[in-house]
């Protein structure tokens, strides 16, 4: 009886297992190179994370953050940055922004009261800003105190619609491409925070680019068929953010979905992903016939650049559903090193 | 011997119809046949209904689903039966599936009309108060085919019944529980020899603000120069989780004492949920607003005419749904901004023929066809176009769904029983190959009731509307899911009535589905549906149950199952990085369980339900990393009844305590569940005669 009795108490009572709380010790060097992954996750399951990767001993290291802080990083860790030290991870349906140091992934901070964080952009110590979307307003934050400081309003963008992007600087003028649902480039004088012009570009304009000779690019998806917003061939645009106006246009055949446009270290050569990866000089006037390296019923999701060493690093998210795979190429093309990180890897950020 | 026959054959007819027919309770002022729906009933052992032979079928009889008033039948699936309920959270999305198969794998009707939503392919079991089911039964695997097709997992028959009343009787039930949570239950009903009229109503308030120690995140100790100099997992509330669901039900039957029954049922939900914020969600209730607001009505009515050796019916229906989901925020000027707003409207019409004809003892022979038409308008966000105007992205569409079968059953002995059906079913202008299924039974021996079963089926699920045209993402490509399903099982039932009875059953089964349909982010930002995966699930289902009657006043009842779920992933590999292969289906559980035990004794009654989920993994790839899995849990759940007769009244008492050792779990990765947590119940019955 007494048996029986310690049996049903077995099963009644409750045995989740967790195993929270468990903080473990980082020490990277400080003179190391390293690279930042940021896997999305699955969104609304709050499974992101954070890989860190060193080019040199090509050591890795999955779910940093988890590890270092004993907490998630939440739900879609979109993109990061990094300024003196200290890494800005941007986890777009978290509504937050983490500060780590990036030698030990602890947190030291962090901004809330974000809509729907996408891209973090430094103006100077005491100033940034973060693109949103859904949300028409740019946020202006203060990262020393992790406090939001003011807004840009986007004309001619509702909250529904709302989509600003990636950011980059030149002088005082920050750009800014609006993707979802939108079609331009935003110009910023970062001295007043306001909107100086606008350029119209094609159909959702993915991602930005600042290059070695002053020109900005960015690359269109082109939207959806049956989309009320249109439909058309992707390209991609080289523009003079002197005057603000497209200088190139290198269109694509409909129904591509190009993405992803980046820079080498020198900025002289461009990459993106369109189904397979590409790269041009910055200089040429035609698309090059043949890709940098052909798709291997691989779903390229992420790219980046070594800016020391050239060499191509392409997140593939498989089946969005397991751990993503990072394949390592020299700027020849050749596979130097292939690993495992965390559920679609989506961004890098290079330390 | 002629008359003997028929008069078997009456009683197999109605036994079968009464199990299995939408009105079943129709027949209940035939003489006995209501008995085989006692809340006291234990399983009929003597009488195999050829209608049910080789299927795999669970029943929910009415005391379980009496025991559960204040649940949705999500919960109550969760804890009576072997498939899996996935939910996200206490009120909010519940999603059932059998043997290791998708939602959309499950088929669910209500009175024989479809209750899938024709846009999501899958049911919201939540939003289904068990205060309005009076029969449920699952069929298992192939056992579906003999209902509809589609059903790759299986189906869930839901349906009500007239109650047998003499003139006026109400029933109110208020429940106060955690969590401010009141929930109010009232029935009328009124009847005679020719009517049955019936209303029900549910009322359930929540401000579902259980607390939980959040261990997904961590809250900062700042000092003046916003260093950090502590952190700690916070004891949070439940953020953004009320819900308020209100439910009205209208019943009317009328027999002819002719031979006819006819029977309205019309069903109204008005609901209005929060969505509850992730675990990882830094930002603050305050500021945002996450609802979902649904309007249903669904209208059923039925024919049926009964003969001595042929039965005919009809059944017509129709159904409206209205749902809204608004995201919005507060733009720090106390204006709440949407940043979603997205609105859907279904309208079905639905009608359906049947036919029954039997030959002697040994043959029946049925005839069904059903009928869906959908008309859907989805909208899922306004924009502002390139030129300026205003525009927006959904779609409009109508499909029909027809879906026909033919069926055969003989059982030209005792021992044996055969049964084929063949189903079709034409889905917009896409039709169907043949959907075959064979089913065998026999009984093995007579002592003990041991009864062999047997079958194997095809069948077919088509995309549901939003996954050929849902905007963006929609694939009109899609192909239908298709697969195959072996099951084979044996059952005993030891026993009598009055003092002591056992059964139980095993069955083992084995299904390949292709072609699996799965929404997967694209390079543009949004989801799009793909047939992916090839998977191959099987496994075992083992159930008991005992009865025993002790004495007149102390009445034991023990129910339990158990089933092992593998469910593969047999695909090709998507590239040469894929290690999903061969893996176990995201969360899937291998090992589900549950144990419910009721003791009666004079009028008290302790009700003790348990149940068990295996660890679940996250990824296809099932990594054992920290977001990996989600480990195993118990859950338990206890209840005291006490009632009380009065000259003027029936009154119960009941206290339930849910999650009785505060167990921390969860069902999905970041959705907060509750603690334990309490609610009475008051009941009052009203004498009027």
Redesign the interface.
């Known amino acids: 009886m007494r048996r029986l009795l310690l049996i049903l108490t077995l099963?009644?009572?409750?045995?989740?297992?967790?195993?929270?709380?468990l903080e473990e010790d980082f020490d990277i060097e400080a003179s190391a190179r390293g690279l930042f992954i940021c896997n999305e996750?699955n969104?609304?399951?709050?499974?992101a994370?954070l890989s860190y990767y060193d080019p040199d001993t090509k050591r890795l290291e999955?779910?940093v953050f988890?590890?270092a802080?004993?907490?998630?990083?939440?739900?879609v860790a979109q993109s990061m940055t990094i300024r003196d030290g200290i890494g800005w991870v941007v986890?777009n349906?978290?509504?937050?922004v983490f500060a780590i140091d990036i030698n030990t992934f602890k947190?030291?901070?962090?901004i809330?009261?974000?809509?729907?964080p996408r891209y973090m952009h430094f103006v100077s110590d005491e100033k940034a800003y973060i693109t949103q979307i859904?949300?028409n307003r740019i946020f202006i934050v203060n990262p020393?105190?992790?406090e939001i400081t003011g807004y840009i309003d986007i004309p001619?963008?509702?909250?529904?619609?709302?989509s600003t992007e990636q950011m980059v600087q030149k002088g005082k003028y920050l750009y800014v491409n609006c993707?979802?649902?939108q079609?331009r480039i935003l110009k910023i004088d970062t001295e007043s925070d306001t909107i100086v012009g606008e350029l119209e570009v094609g159909?959702?304009p993915t991602s930005l680019a600042l290059d070695c000779n002053g020109k900005l690019w960015t690359i269109t998806?082109g939207g959806?068929d049956?989309?009320?917003?249109?439909y058309e061939a992707p390209a991609l645009y080289r523009i003079d953010p002197e005057n603000f106006t497209i200088e190139h246009t290198f269109s694509f055949k409909k129904g591509d979905?190009p993405?992803e446009v980046q820079l080498n270290g020198a900025g002289d050569t461009l990459y993106w992903?369109n189904d397979d990866i590409w790269a041009m000089d910055v200089t040429a006037e035609r698309v090059p016939v043949r890709p940098f390296l052909d798709s291997?019923?691989?779903?390229y999701?992420g790219l980046t650049v070594d800016p020391k060493s050239g060499d191509v690093y392409i997140a593939?998210?498989?089946?969005?559903?397991?751990?993503?795979?990072i394949y390592r190429y020299s700027k020849e093309g050749e596979l130097i090193n292939e690993f495992?990180v965390?559920?679609?890897p989506g961004s890098f950020c290079w330390r | 011997m002629l008359e003997i026959e028929m008069t078997r054959f009456k009683s197999i007819l109605l036994t079968t119809l009464s199990m299995v027919v939408l009105l079943p309770a129709l027949h209940a002022q035939e003489e006995g046949v209501w008995r085989h729906y006692d809340i006291d009933a234990v399983p009929i052992h003597g009488a195999r209904s050829i209608k049910e032979i080789g299927v795999k079928e669970t029943k929910l009889d009415s005391i379980v689903l009496k025991e559960g008033i204040s649940l949705s039948m999500a919960d109550i699936l969760a804890f009576n039966t072997p498939i899996f309920v996935k939910s996200y959270g206490r009120a909010t999305l519940s999603t059932v599936s059998f043997r290791g198969t998708s939602p959309s794998h499950t088929q669910v009707s209500w009175n024989g009309m479809k209750l899938n939503n024709p846009m999501l392919g899958m049911t919201d079991f939540s939003m289904i108060p068990a205060y309005f089911i009076d029969d449920a039964s699952l069929l298992h695997g192939t056992s579906s085919v003999n209902e509809t097709g589609g059903g790759l997992g299986g189906a869930v028959k839901l349906s009500t019944r007239p109650t047998q009343t003499e003139g006026f009787a109400l029933q109110y039930i208020q429940g106060i529980g955690s969590f401010n949570t009141f929930d109010e239950f009232l029935r009328l009903t009124y009847g005679n020899k020719r009517w049955q009229l019936s209303t029900r109503v549910v009322h359930s308030y929540s401000a579902n603000d259980f607390e939980y120690r959040n261990?997904?995140?961590?809250e900062?100790i700042?000092d003046e120069n916003?260093?950090?100099i502590g952190?700690y997992?916070p004891i949070e509330r439940n953020r953004s989780g009320s819900f308020k669901d209100f439910h009205i039900l209208q019943e009317a039957y009328y027999n002819t004492r002719r031979g006819s029954r006819i029977g309205l049922n019309a069903w109204y939900i008005d609901s209005n949920r929060e969505l509850p914020m992730?675990?990882?969600?830094?930002?603050?209730d305050t500021?945002f607003d996450n609802r979902q607001r649904e309007h249903t009505f669904r209208g059923v009515i039925t024919w049926d005419h009964l003969h001595s050796d042929w039965k005919v019916g009809a059944k017509a229906g129709y159904v409206n749904t209205r749902l809204a989901y608004d995201?919005k925020?507060d733009l720090g000027n106390g204006i709440m901004?949407?940043?979603?707003?997205s609105r859907s409207r279904v309208n079905t019409l639905y009608a359906q023929g049947d036919g029954e004809y039997c030959i002697g003892s040994k043959w029946l022979f049925n005839a069904s066809l059903s009928a869906h038409q959908h008309f859907v308008y989805s909208r899922d966000?306004?924009?502002?176009?390139?030129q300026?105007n205003k525009?927006?992205?959904g779609y409009n569409q109508a499909r029909i769904e027809l879906s026909g079968s033919l069926s055969a059953k003989w059982r030209p002995t005792e021992y044996l029983g055969i049964s084929a059906v063949l189903r079709e079913e034409l889905f917009g202008t896409e039709l169907s190959p043949l959907i075959p299924a064979l089913f065998i039974d026999g009984r093995l021996s007579k002592r003990g009731n041991v009864i062999a079963k047997a079958s194997i089926s095809r069948n077919y699920r088509y995309p549901s509307l939003n996954d050929l045209y849902f905007?963006?993402?929609g694939n009109p490509n899609l192909r239908s899911e298709s697969g195959w399903s072996y099951d084979a099982g044996i059952s005993f039932s030891v026993g009598n009535r009055e003092s002591f009875s056992l059964s139980g059953s095993a069955t083992w089964f084995d299904s390949y589905i292709n072609d699996w349909i799965?929404w997967?982010?694209?390079?543009?930002?949004?989801?799009s549906p793909r047939n992916?995966k090839d998977v191959h699930a099987y496994g075992v289902e083992i159930d008991a149950s005992t009865d025993i009657r002790l004495n007149d006043n102390l009445h034991l009842r023990v129910d339990g199952n158990y089933s092992w779920t593998p469910s593969i992933n047999c695909g090709e590999?998507?590239?040469?990085?894929?290690?999903?292969v061969g893996k176990q289906l995201?969360y899937v559980p291998r090992h589900t369980a549950n144990i419910s035990g009721r003791l009666s004794w004079h009028r008290w009654t302790f009700l003790y339900k348990?149940c068990?989920y295996s660890e679940r993994f996250?990824?296809?790839?099932n990594?054992l990393?920290?977001?990996g899995k989600l480990?195993?849990?118990?859950?338990?759940n206890i209840s005291l009844e006490r009632t009380v007769s009065l000259k003027w009244a029936d009154l119960s008492l009941k206290g339930s305590v849910n999650n009785?050792?505060?167990?921390?779990?969860?069902s999905?990765?970041?959705r907060p569940m509750p603690g334990i947590n309490f609610e009475i119940f008051i009941g009052i019955t009203p004498r009027w005669r």
């Open positions: 099963f009644a009572v409750g045995c989740m297992e967790w195993d929270y709380g996750g969104f609304q399951y709050g499974n994370t999955n779910e988890y590890r802080n004993a907490m998630k990083l939440g739900d986890v349906n978290s509504h937050v947190e030291v901070g962090r809330t009261g974000l809509t729907s859904w949300d020393k105190r992790y001619n963008m509702t909250m529904e619609q709302g993707w979802s649902y079609n159909i959702q998806d959806y049956s989309s009320p917003y249109g979905a993405s992903i291997r019923g691989t779903i999701y593939d998210a498989v089946d969005y559903t397991q751990q993503g795979k495992y965390g559920v679609i | 261990h997904d995140k961590k900062n700042y916003m260093n950090i952190q997992y992730l675990t990882v969600d830094h930002g603050a500021e995201y925020r901004a949407h940043m979603t707003s966000k306004n924009i502002i176009l390139q300026g525009g927006i992205v905007l963006p993402g799965i997967l982010p694209t390079t543009k930002g949004f989801f992916v590999k998507i590239s040469d990085a894929d290690r999903s995201p348990w068990y996250t990824m296809s790839s990594d990393s920290l977001t480990p195993p849990y118990f859950m338990s009785l050792f505060n167990e921390e779990y969860l999905v990765l970041s």
